[in-house]
């Protein structure tokens, strides 16, 4: 019997947009702008938006055939994290983990006080 996946919740989201983040700043920390990952004419600064749409997405679509981090199961992010943390280890040397759940806690805690 085939085992049924279940859809991100709500902190599995945070999680993947925080390690988005994460992933932005260690390129940038690198000196791995965009031009140097992607277009070599344009120097062009990491966001965790751009994360997200030139790197994450594009493996996402590729490997799995889903359009939206909405559809994503939990065993969908440790694929496209383990091809996009392989690809970035050997081609840049950049290593990073996918943020636990104490660290997107702390941050719904920080991004909470910061609204009061």
């Given amino acids: 019997m085939e085992k049924k996946n279940k859809l991100l919740t709500r902190q599995q989201q945070k999680a993947l947009h ?25 120097d062009i600064p990491w966001s ?15 490997q799995l055939q889903k359009k939206s981090t909405t559809e994503l199961t939990t065993t969908d992010i ?17 290593e990073i983990q996918f943020p636990c759940i ?3 806690m702390r941050q719904m805690d920080e ?6």
Avoid: C
């Fill in 18 to 42: 925080l390690f988005y983040e994460h992933l932005a700043q260690e390129l940038s920390d690198a000196g791995l702008d965009m031009k140097k990952t992607l277009k070599p004419e344009i």
């Fill in 48 to 62: 965790a938006r751009t994360v997200k749409d030139f790197l994450w997405r594009p493996i996402q679509q590729a």
């Fill in 78 to 94: 440790d694929k496209v994290v383990n091809t996009l943390t392989r690809h970035l280890g050997e081609r840049f040397g950049i």
């Fill in 102 to 104: 104490e660290e997107v």
């Fill in 111 to 116: 991004t909470d006080t910061k609204k009061t």
